[in-house]
């Protein structure tokens, strides 16, 4: 029994390699950024929060707008047919919206009619709230592989960073998280639907930003050399020598 549950285990991470491997080498390369262009007197962070709306978003946007900070959010379309009213004042703070798509789906375990029908219908439905069609896009759980997002017209965006306030849900553990890794340049994954995550992120906000720290879209800050930004491709920041990779 041991050595059935052994050789079952070593199949698994097997295959998680060979997902990892044939996702790095079936994605394209494109520009890189250089984070030493900007100065440290503006440094630069993006937040990205996926999974909602949710019952603590509503909290996250008003602290935000009181802070005049802009944020990211990769949306659920089940979830955004619940708040509407939330994604509207969304769109309407000027925060970048994306799609997580309908139900949080695994890329690797649905066909590819199955992946453009959640993007499709969730991107269709916040488009039909906000009066824009989402150009970004979050796959869910970092799953994807160079040839999916070829298929896709959107812009995929990772994370460099993240507290995982998914499984850390202490408020002060994610506040001095954010105080003990932020750096220019990072793209924090964050979730709205976390309770200890919004007071947390906000009371970090204050603080860094008082520490010098700037806090702007995902958007702006992959494209602050002027870059332009392609769908297919999959953008995250990774900090070898200061440069961002698009992997």
Known sequence: ?????????????????????????????????????????????????????????????????????????????????????????????GHLIGCHTWSHISFFEHSMTEIHDEIDRTNSLIESITGEYPQFLRPPYGYYTGAMLNEISSIAVLWSASPRDWVNTDEEYIYNWFLENARDGDIILLHDTKEATVPAVLRAIDTLTERGFEFVRADELLCRNGDKLAPGLAYRFCPYNSRAWYI
């Open 1 to 93: 029994m041991k050595k059935r549950l052994a050789g079952a285990s070593a199949g698994i991470i097997a295959i998680i390699i060979v997902f990892a491997l044939v996702s790095f080498l079936l994605t394209p390369f494109a520009k890189s950024y250089c984070a030493d262009s900007v100065s440290d007197s503006k440094k630069q962070i993006a937040l990205t929060f996926d999974d909602g709306p949710g019952k603590h978003t509503q909290q996250l946007l008003d602290g935000l707008r009181e802070r005049g900070v802009k944020a990211s959010f990769f949306l659920m379309g089940s979830k955004v047919e619940k708040r509407p009213e939330v994604v509207r004042q969304m769109h309407d703070d």
